[in-house]
């Protein structure tokens, strides 16, 4: 909008230009002229129109080629207005595309314990004595079976800070800074229930689903407000 208003606006000053050129040389030929024709002589339109014409014509050459350039400048200035909003759409598809990429590989990491679900051992352990009878039984079966999906899931999370160059915006909210240390706290908890007792609780586990939840709520929300 403001573009326009600017083009009309130079326009409206060139034809105000021209009116006072014109204005001028009627002025000229007013006081030149027809007060210096003797009343004797015989006013000669043909002489008139070619002092007009030999006048007017060049000025509208001239205005002609300047409005001719100017229009030619506006169109090639709306061109490369285009251009680079053009390319900056597509920097932004791009972009997007990358950070789209990084969020699946993010989803399908953190989601890796559905596939080792079968190799989980959860129970609700009330207290201690329960947690190690459940520990020296489940060590006796599954002596072999030592489940690492939340350390390569830990990993996952400590390593997406990687990807600063995609979230930049993102990582300096202190909001999903937060979230990011939750998750992380989460999933080293979960690690460290397998590692000592062999089996995980719960109540951990619930909390571990719905801390990953709103993390990747929080990291879908932003990439789609950012396209």
């Known amino acids: 909008m403001k573009t326009v208003l600017k083009n009309l606006t130079v326009l409206l000053v060139l034809l105000f ?124 079966e599954n002596a072999k079976n030592y489940v690492t999906v939340w350390l390569i899931i830990l990993s996952e999370l400590e390593n997406f800070t990687k990807f600063n160059y995609l979230f930049s915006d993102l990582f300096k909210k202190e909001d999903f800074q937060y979230k990011h240390q939750e998750f992380i706290n989460i999933t080293a908890k979960l690690s460290e229930e397998q590692n000592e007792y062999q089996f995980i609780k719960t109540e951990t586990l619930e909390c571990y689903i719905n801390i990953q939840k709103d993390f990747l709520t929080f990291i879908g929300n932003y990439i789609y407000s950012e396209f």
Request: glycine share 2%; aromatic share 12%; hydrophobic share 40%.
């Open 17 to 140: 230009i021209a009116t006072i050129i014109y204005l001028e040389v009627s002025r000229q030929f007013q006081e030149y002229y027809l007060n210096n024709l003797n009343k004797n002589s015989t006013f000669k339109y043909n002489e008139f129109g070619d002092f007009i014409g030999g006048i007017l014509n060049p000025l509208f050459t001239l205005l002609s080629t300047i409005s001719i350039i100017f229009l030619t400048y506006i169109v090639a200035k709306n061109d490369e207005v285009k251009a680079d909003k053009a390319i900056e759409t597509q920097k932004r598809i791009t972009l997007n595309q990358m950070r789209q990429a990084a969020f699946e590989s993010l989803v399908q990491k953190t989601n890796m314990y559905l596939y080792e679900f079968d190799k989980l051992s959860i129970y609700e352990a009330k207290n201690k004595l329960t947690q190690m009878v459940l520990t020296n039984i489940i060590k006796k």
